[in-house]
């Protein structure tokens, strides 16, 4: 059988690549934000594995190379879901705890909800527009319902596609209230 002869310091640097995309990628997830202690944690274990690759990585067997960096790898993939996990944990277990508790507590109209169902608004339209109509701020609903800015407006622009106003958030309440 041929062996292929391999290079450890090339394979060293290949992981060194690969890690500094993840650092690229953990920069881009949380331009807009500060980073904070969720993205410190992923960020220090790829920085001292880096240093660990270039610096003596290229010193050890490839079956060591790949276990070390497999396992932290491992470890800085889960370090970067955590926040996913804890921010959405409700939502994917079907309950509806992220919702606030103004929203709970206060029902809509009969007539609100017997409107929203002629217009044919499926829920998330449904939750956006309660949200709305309570004089939240695009940007807050979107924190609120764990979606993008940019969905809670699509959301909106199919809302007053489907009941038929003009862009204007008044006319859409004065509508669904009537």
């Given at each position: ?73 491992m470890v800085v993939v ?101």
């Amino acid at each position: 059988m041929l062996q292929l002869p391999y290079h450890s310091h090339v394979v060293s640097w290949l992981f060194v690549a690969f890690e500094l995309l993840l650092i690229i990628y953990l920069y881009i997830r949380s331009y807009p934000n500060k980073f904070n202690l969720q993205n410190w944690l992923p960020l220090i274990v790829l920085s001292l594995l880096m240093m660990w690759n270039g610096g003596f990585g290229y010193t050890i067997n490839l079956f060591d190379l790949v276990g070390v960096n497999t396992i932290a790898l491992m470890v800085v993939v889960m370090l970067m879901a955590l926040p996913l996990f804890f921010k959405n944990r409700a939502a994917w277990f079907g309950k509806q705890d992220y919702l606030p508790k103004d929203l709970k507590n206060t029902e809509p109209s009969d007539s609100f909800m017997e409107n929203c169902l002629k217009y044919g608004l499926s829920s998330r339209e449904v939750e956006v527009v309660v949200l709305s109509r309570k004089g939240w701020k695009n940007k807050k609903i979107a924190e609120t319902l764990f979606i993008s800015e940019r969905t809670v407006e699509g959301h909106l622009r199919n809302i007053y596609l489907k009941v038929g106003c003009e862009r204007s958030k008044l006319a859409l309440m004065n509508k669904l209230n009537s």
